[in-house]
T-cell receptor
Framework: AQSVSQHNHHVILSEAASLELGCNYS??????LFWYVQYPGQHLQLLLKYFSGDPLVKGIKGFEAEFIKSKFSFNLRKPSVQWSDTAEYFC???????????FGKGTKLSVIP | DGGITQSPKYLFRKEGQNVTLSCEQNLNHDAMYWYRQDPGQGLRLIYY???????QKGDIAEGYSVSREKKESFPLTVTSAQKNPTAFYLCASSLPNLSGQPQHFGDGTRLSIL
């Protein structure tokens, strides 16, 4: 069975600070990895995804994530956060051959102006 | 614009009552999903369907039922057997999922018990 662990429940940063949100997954084979974001009052939307190839993936709004296979990790990063990045962020994993997408419990990010 | 429409936005259920949440998509996606979102729990998969007239249980299917009679529609019924139905319900769709296509989400339905 696949599972996802997000290390931080709530992260509070000042504007311009750097961001790194941790995500570790458990699955024995090839995986597809995703980060989704849920802005206040809006629907869940895709930030970025990893299927194969370059382990450093760039997404929308300046976000990027690095897939480290040996550590079963897919951490999300942004060099300089803005107040508009305040949202809840979800990491998700899909094992090859599985139809199911498994989500982590989410990390709330609050950015203080 | 293509997208996923969930209705109603808010729904109230009396004890012992079944309620049905609507999900319609015009993205021409084959696969559709229902998730339940509780605070601090993330999203948990209730049911999913990869093709019309076929669906499978997810991780927390007990107390729920679905149908997939049309490609565009995937309604979820919360039955009286679901003892803790108060939650935020999200519907999603995607292209054929085995290749890892990302899912697109609706705005959700918030269900509360009276």
């Amino acid at each position: 069975a696949q599972s996802v662990s997000q290390h931080n429940h709530h992260v509070i940063l000042s504007e311009a600070a750097s961001l790194e949100l941790g995500c570790n997954y458990s699955y024995g084979g090839t995986v597809n990895l995703f980060w989704y974001v849920q802005y206040p009052g809006q629907h869940l939307q895709l930030l970025l995804k990893y299927f194969s190839g370059d382990p450093l993936v760039k997404g929308i709004k300046g976000f990027e994530a690095e897939f480290i296979k040996s550590k079963f990790s897919f951490n999300l990063r942004k060099p300089s956060v803005q107040w508009s990045d305040t949202a809840e962020y979800f990491c998700a994993v899909k094992g090859a051959g599985s139809y199911q997408l498994t989500f982590g419990k989410g990390t709330k990010l609050s950015v203080i102006p | 614009d293509g997208g996923i429409t969930q209705s109603p936005k808010y729904l109230f259920r009396k004890e012992g009552q079944n309620v049905t949440l609507s999900c319609e998509q015009n993205l021409n996606h084959d696969a559709m999903y229902w998730y339940r979102q509780d605070p601090g729990q993330g999203l948990r998969l209730i049911y999913y369907s990869q093709i019309v007239n076929d669906f499978q249980k997810g991780d927390i299917a007990e107390g729920y039922s679905v149908s997939r009679e049309k490609k565009e529609s995937f309604p979820l019924t919360v039955t009286s057997a679901q003892k803790n139905p108060t939650a935020f319900y999200l519907c999603a769709s995607s292209l054929p999922n085995l290749s890892g296509q990302p899912q697109h989400f609706g705005d959700g339905t918030r269900l509360s018990i009276l």
